[in-house]
């Protein structure tokens, strides 16, 4: 398991986003958990990835067999905040708290 680093950066949006980057390899969710549980100022939030995916030139050359690295983008979200990918409000039907129905289901007819 290699060493994962991390950089708050901005997105084309301006967003404030978490950059996790690994040199060698690729990023398993289970390894960035276990990463993020060790920093304090990490664990304990929530948090989407997004990820790029590049399109393959086809070229096959010298270089082709070294394991590259992986970068991963985080949006933190907070309870009661929009999403910070898509910026709708994200309805919840249960309190996290006492786990009570908040609203009714809407019927047709």
């Known amino acids: 398991m290699g060493k994962i680093s991390f950089e708050w950066v901005e997105d084309r949006n301006g967003n404030r986003i978490l950059q996790a980057t690994k040199k060698r390899g690729n990023i398993s969710i289970t390894e960035l958990q276990e990463v993020m549980r060790e920093d304090y100022n990490l664990c304990g939030n929530v948090y989407a990835i997004v990820f790029p995916v590049h ?45 009570e129905k908040i609203r009714e289901e809407q019927k047709n007819g």
Request: proline letters at 7%; glycine letters at 14%.
């Open 55 to 99: 399109e393959d030139g086809g070229y096959q050359g010298w270089g082709d067999e070294e394991n590259k690295g992986d970068v991963l983008f985080l949006y933190q979200y907070a309870d009661w905040e929009p999403c910070p990918i898509c910026f709708k409000d994200l309805v919840v039907d249960y309190c996290p708290h006492c786990g």
